[in-house]
């Protein structure tokens, strides 16, 4: 009967298991060198089991520091209309925001339709690095009405952004939105610490503020394997 071992790259994604079962978050695991060490194969060969773990969100790498156990995903109920800081610190998680790029721009047609304002209407874009336990969880694209620009004068990093709106008298209220998949770019990879092509949860929403007028539309690029939606269905007579 003939052998059916198998490839050098799910021996080592099994042992790398292992040991992230028994190992805490943030954790470091063996280098792409000691792998190649302990298990006599390539670099190539030990960095596609790491990846591969990486998409699963089982891991993470950081640059010039190593490869690291991940987080448990997060879970979020979307029956819900909370913030990304209110949701990490109900699991007990420290949330935090790095500034890719902001300003005021003329939006683009879906960006107009979905906030309600004229052609050609000016919106805030904002880009931000979402962060738990320093971690990074999602690539966030907001844009807001230009009325609401006085955000910019708030410090995101730090601040919750509907904190910040409801400073300027926007206060979320309700939201609209929908969930699809997409695989990571080669930035958005680099921006998250996942392999390009890791699968990416991506939520889109419009939030409507204590006067039912749109104040924010965004979309949200989750890494898959560390950020979960739970559902609650209740049946409807046909």
């Not at 063996?30 to 302990?38: F, Q």
């Not at 209220?173 to 997409?182: D, I, S």
């Not at 929403?205 to 609650?232: C, N, W």
């Amino acid at each position: 009967m003939k052998s059916t071992t198998p490839p050098a790259y799910v021996i080592i994604e099994r042992e790398l298991r292992k040991m992230i079962a028994k190992a805490q978050p943030g954790d470091p695991l063996p280098s792409d060198a000691e792998l190649c060490r302990r298990f006599g194969v390539s670099r190539m060969t030990a960095r596609q089991a790491v990846q591969r773990l990486a998409s699963d969100g089982l891991l993470y790498r950081v640059s010039g520091r190593g490869t690291f156990v991940a987080q448990t995903p997060v879970h979020r109920r979307i029956n819900t209309l909370l913030s990304f800081t209110e949701e990490m610190r109900r699991r007990g998680l420290k949330a935090g925001s790095r500034m890719l790029q902001s300003g005021v721009r003329a939006g683009t047609d879906q960006e107009v339709v979905a906030l309600q304002l004229p052609v050609g209407g000016l919106v805030v874009a904002i880009q931000r690095l979402r962060l738990a336990d320093g971690v990074p969880m999602a690539v966030e694209n907001v844009r807001l009405p230009a009325v609401c620009a006085g955000v910019l004068e708030a410090n995101l990093e730090e601040t919750s952004l509907f904190v910040a709106l409801e400073a300027i008298g926007r206060t979320p209220t309700q939201a609209y939105g929908t969930l699809t998949a997409a695989a990571a770019d080669v930035q958005e990879a680099q921006w998250l610490n996942v392999p390009t092509g890791a699968p990416l949860l991506i939520e889109q929403r419009t939030i409507h503020d204590q006067a039912d007028v749109p104040v924010e539309f965004t979309e949200s690029r989750y890494v898959g394997g560390r950020y979960l939606f739970d559902i609650e269905l209740l049946r409807q007579p046909g």
